[in-house]
């Protein structure tokens, strides 16, 4: 495998830029203060742009005390690397010197115009997306680490909107049933939100299409449920798409015991792909009135018919479809954190150190099998992994 290096622009200290994310209803910020420390002791230079961190509750005062520059206006143009959640817009990759690094979340499959910009604009550009799902690679994972975030939400938001209570409860004026919760999709979504469900005093259930699965739901609590069918294990510990007919008897399958659920967590995905309809329209004509589903999938056609992001769906049976849009945004705070632990171990993936001293260079190494992965545009082309050559 060839090595490649990219070299500094100016001199040998390198300044990290966090900008305002301008994508309505994102809250989280690529870095927090707590976290600039790790920078500065590299030998890099850290910039936020004032208010960066207010949705997230983090003041410009935190960010200075933490030792990074807080400035009003573009502090981008200049930054040799930009972290952001969301990725730059067209304008903003515009905006960047030639060589610069952004590290975000960067879909290949939707993000087609901020890749464009990045390749126009010579930019390298690293989606966290992209990252292997290797052990050495976990602390540097964001959709790990944003999935758990979401899952804990969706059991908050289940509770919240059903009409039931969650635990049994023993009372003077008799007793209260718990709440019967399923879950679709066994990930770390899935698997948190059974975890929240447990706590809360539920009754969960769970499927998924892996039947290793089966063991991590059952330490959760909660019962697997087994349709005998065809495992569908696919690469990096997600689940791989499956045939019509087998979705259909999977539907078949599965609609008792989504007709007995007060609540209905789905949290199904495929990485660069359209959700998998687990979900029909006739199968939530069977739930009962009063019944909620949480849909985190929404975003991305919904696991569930009728799923609208963003929107609380009311169905003539009186099931309540909730679709899920920047969930992980809703807990911005914890979300922040995390994701700003996941970008900062990539970073310092990237920087150079001379006998164990850090010289405040970001020099990506693609023979680094992490970098090789997540690099989607270098030196104006798009970029294929070593590994998929």
Sequence with gaps: MVKIALTPLYGSIMLIAVAKEVRPGEKRVALVPDIISKLTKAGLQVVIESGAGESAQFSDDQFTQAGATVKSGNVISDADVVASVQPLNPDQMKSLKKGAITI??????????????????????????????ISRAQSMDALTSQALCAGYRASLVGAELSPRFFPLLMTAAGTVTPAQVVVLGAGVAGLQAIATAKRLGA??????????????????????????????????????????????????????????????????????????????ADMVATMKPGAVI???????????????????????????????????????????????????????????????????????DFSDEIIDAATVTMNGARRTPEGKK
Excluded: C
């Excluded at 975000?104 to 087609?112: H, I, K, W």
């Excluded at 464009?116 to 930019?123: R, S």
């Excluded at 008897?249 to 990485?271: C, F, G, H, M």
């Design 104 to 133: 975000s979340f960067l879909s290949p499959t939707t993000a087609v115009d901020s890749i464009d910009a990045a390749i126009a604009a010579n930019v390298t550009a690293l989606s966290l997306e992209l990252v292997p799902r």
């Design 203 to 280: 009754v969960v259930s769970a499927y998924d299409v892996r039947p290793s699965s089966a063991d991590e739901v059952k330490s959760m609590g909660a019962k697997f449920i087994n349709l005998e069918l065809e495992a569908l294990e696919g690469t990096g510990g997600y689940a791989r798409e499956m045939t019509e007919d087998r979705a259909a008897k999977q539907r078949e399958l599965l609609t008792p015991y989504i007709s007995n659920a007060d609540v209905l967590i789905t949290t199904a995905a495929v990485p660069g792909r359209p959700a998998p309809r687990l979900v029909t």
């Design 294 to 364: 949480v849909d985190l999938a929404a975003e991305t056609g919904g696991n569930v018919e009728g799923s609208v992001a963003g929107e609380i769906v009311v169905t003539a049976n009186g099931v309540k479809q909730w679709g899920g849009k920047d969930v992980p945004s809703q807990l911005p705070y914890h979300a922040s954190m995390l994701f700003s632990r996941n970008v900062v171990n990539l970073l310092l993936l990237m920087t150079k150190s001379v006998d164990g001293k850090p010289t405040g260079e970001v020099i990506p």
